[in-house]
């Protein structure tokens, strides 16, 4: 079975601290894709990234950058220098073999001015 | 440019009616998916359908079916409304990525349904 566990369910920063959000995964699949959304106060969700299961290189897109360790089965997401915009709930998900999306509980982070 | 749309966008209901919720997607996706959001809970899934012609059942499908009408269609049917089932409800679409394995998702806006 598959899982995803966001242990942080909130997270509170003041604006330009830096904030890391935990994800660990649950797969027996050798093939699978990880994601982050964000859901801020509007409601909607928003792509931010997808990673596979092959490619473990880091990425940095501007304030954000995620450390994918497939040794640890963990997929982290920073984002450098808070800004209130950031505030928002956001989601880990992975999507396996059998087209099977689970999203983890979520971390809302709160960012003060 | 409508992308994954939603509706009804908000619905009120009575213990023991029916609905359906509808999903339509512009972007001869594959994959079509139903979730619940409640507080605390993050997104849950209750259907799935990897293709046109299949459906299965994700993490929370008691008390409801849905239909894969067709490629661009998936719709959710509360056949008998509990108070449980109070919640929002996402409809997502994928797209097959190279391989095989399905790529990027795309959400609808949400319907926040609430059961009295």
């Known amino acids: 079975a598959q899982k995803v566990t966001q242990a942080q369910t909130e997270i509170s920063v003041v604006e330009k601290e830096d904030v890391t959000l935990d994800c660990v995964y649950e797969?027996?699949?050798?093939?699978?894709?990880l994601f982050w959304y964000k859901q801020p106060p509007s409601g909607e969700l928003v792509f931010l990234i997808r990673?596979?299961?092959?490619?473990?290189q880091n990425e940095i897109s501007g304030r954000y950058s995620w450390n994918f360790q497939k040794s640890t089965s963990s997929f982290n997401f920073t984002i450098t220098a808070s800004q209130v915009v950031d505030s928002a709930v956001y989601f880990c998900?992975?999507?396996?073999?059998?087209?099977?999306?689970?999203f983890g509980a979520g971390t809302t982070v709160t960012v003060r001015a | 440019n409508a992308g994954v749309t939603q509706t009804p966008k908000f619905q009120v209901l009575k213990t023991g009616q029916s609905m359906t919720l509808q999903c339509a997607q512009d972007?001869?996706?594959?994959?079509m998916y139903w979730y619940r959001q409640d507080p605390g809970m993050g997104l849950r899934l209750i259907y799935y359908?990897?293709?046109?012609?299949?459906?299965d059942k994700g993490e929370v499908p008691n008390g409801y079916n849905v239909s894969r009408l067709n490629k661009r269609e998936f719709s959710l049917r509360l056949e008998s409304a509990a108070p449980s089932q109070t919640s929002v409800y996402f409809c997502?679409?994928?797209?097959?990525?190279?391989?095989?394995?399905?790529?990027?998702?795309?959400f609808g806006e949400g319907s926040r349904l609430t059961v009295l």
């Open positions: 997502a679409s994928s797209r097959p990525s190279t391989g095989g394995v399905t790529g990027e998702l795309f």
């Open positions: 797969t027996r699949d050798t093939t699978y894709y």
């Open positions: 990673r596979n299961s092959f490619d473990e």
């Open positions: 998900a992975l999507l396996t073999n059998d087209y099977k999306l689970s």
């Open positions: 972007m001869n996706h594959n994959s």
């Open positions: 359908s990897a293709s046109e012609g299949t459906t």
